[in-house]
Structure formats: structure tokens, C-alpha cells
């Protein structure tokens, strides 16, 4: 793969994450009932980013979890014949709490799907909304974001990276070509 652009900074990055915060406090008028979880890999630190940015902005400490969507997908023979399965981790319940999914890139909308499929077997909240620092288009499925940090439109010789601090050493988003 060749670097093509890279679109984001870590300071964009921070920026779009309070942006975010303050548009998930808008639509749910504050904090209350209200639930982070992180799809692995990338979703769990940018929840946790925009949970802290909560914080700062409300003084509310929202509840984080993580959700492993590997079982779920519906490509999971086409990636891995042998997957790795790690472990959910949300130590409460979301029986009637608004949950946000929160995720790096929504490309055809499967993990998305797959998360929805995860959490439903953790039990029934009362709204489900969706994070995504990245939209790059090429939906496959109608599900769309409830937040967007960035729209990128790209083609399909393309792949978004999100890097970030907690998994990849450094905090970007780039465009490699194929």
C-alpha cells in the first residue's frame, strides 16, 4: 500500500472527539442514562476520549464499556479461518440506558451490524445511537451514523487508517492506495 494523504492530525483528532462529546450531550439533553461502548479495536480508546471529554464538560462520569464483535460478523470465514476471540467487557447493565456505539470507520455498515447484533445479547437498551470518527461511504446496509467526526468520500482501491495513540504509537488518519 502506498500513503496517498493524510487527513487528520492528533490535534484534529482532539478537536472532532469534543465536538462529538458536545453533540451526543445536545441530542440526549446531558448525561443521564447514558452509556459509552467501544467496538474493539479502535472504538474502545475513542470512547473512552469522548467519556473523558464528557467529564469535563458535564462533571458526570459516564459508564465505558467494550464490546467484541467477532462472533458476530458476517464475513468471519472470509477474514480468519481460526478468529481471535477476546472478551466483551461491560460491567453494567444497559437494560433501558441510551448506548452509544462508538467506532473508528464505517465502510459498508457490517461492523456496525454486527455490534447491534453483540449488544443485543447484552440486553435491551432503550435507544442505540452510532459514533463514527470516520464515514468513508460505500454502505451496504441502511445504517447510517447518528455522529460523524469527518466524511472522507473514497473509492474502493482505497483503505482509511485510523492510528491512534493507544494501539498504533501516534494519533492520524491517512489514505493509503492499493
Do not use: W
Given at each position: 500500500?502506498?500513503?496517498?494523504s493524510q487527513?487528520?492530525?492528533?490535534?484534529?483528532?482532539?478537536?472532532?472527539l469534543?465536538?462529538?462529546?458536545?453533540?451526543?450531550?445536545?441530542?440526549?439533553?446531558?448525561?443521564?442514562?447514558?452509556?459509552?461502548?467501544?467496538?474493539?479495536?479502535?472504538?474502545?480508546?475513542?470512547?473512552?476520549?469522548?467519556a473523558?471529554?464528557?467529564?469535563?464538560?458535564?462533571h458526570?462520569?459516564?459508564?465505558?464499556?467494550v464490546?467484541?464483535?467477532?462472533?458476530?460478523?458476517?464475513?468471519?470465514?472470509?477474514?480468519?479461518p481460526?478468529?481471535?476471540?477476546?472478551?466483551?467487557?461491560?460491567?453494567?447493565?444497559?437494560?433501558?440506558?441510551?448506548?452509544?456505539?462508538?467506532?473508528?470507520?464505517?465502510?459498508?455498515?457490517?461492523?456496525?451490524r454486527?455490534a447491534?447484533?453483540?449488544?443485543?445479547?447484552l440486553?435491551?437498551?432503550?435507544k442505540?445511537q452510532?459514533?463514527?470518527?470516520?464515514d468513508?461511504?460505500?454502505?451496504?446496509?441502511?445504517?447510517?451514523a447518528n455522529?460523524v467526526?469527518?466524511?472522507?468520500?473514497?473509492?474502493?482501491?482505497?483503505?482509511?487508517?485510523?492510528?491512534?495513540?493507544?494501539?498504533?504509537?501516534?494519533?492520524?488518519?491517512?489514505?493509503?492506495?492499493?
Open positions: 500500500m502506498k500513503l496517498k487527513i487528520m492530525n492528533e490535534e484534529d483528532i482532539n478537536r472532532t469534543i465536538r462529538l462529546a458536545h453533540q451526543i450531550l445536545e441530542k440526549n439533553n446531558g448525561a443521564q442514562e447514558l452509556c459509552l461502548i467501544g467496538i474493539k479495536t479502535r472504538g474502545v480508546p475513542l470512547a473512552l476520549r469522548i473523558a471529554n464528557i467529564e469535563k464538560i458535564e458526570v462520569k459516564v459508564e465505558t464499556g464490546l467484541d464483535i467477532t462472533l458476530y460478523r458476517d464475513d468471519l470465514s472470509r477474514i480468519n481460526d478468529p481471535v476471540v477476546s472478551q466483551s467487557h461491560v460491567p453494567f447493565s444497559i437494560e433501558d440506558k441510551t448506548v452509544v456505539l462508538v467506532d473508528d470507520v464505517i465502510f459498508t455498515g457490517r461492523t456496525a454486527a447491534l447484533d453483540a449488544l443485543m445479547a440486553g435491551r437498551p432503550k442505540v452510532l459514533v463514527e470518527l470516520i468513508r461511504g460505500h454502505s451496504e446496509l441502511p445504517i447510517k455522529y467526526g469527518k466524511n472522507i468520500p473514497t473509492s474502493l482501491n482505497e483503505v482509511v487508517a485510523v492510528q491512534l495513540q493507544e494501539t498504533d504509537g501516534v494519533n492520524s488518519v491517512v489514505i493509503y492506495e492499493l
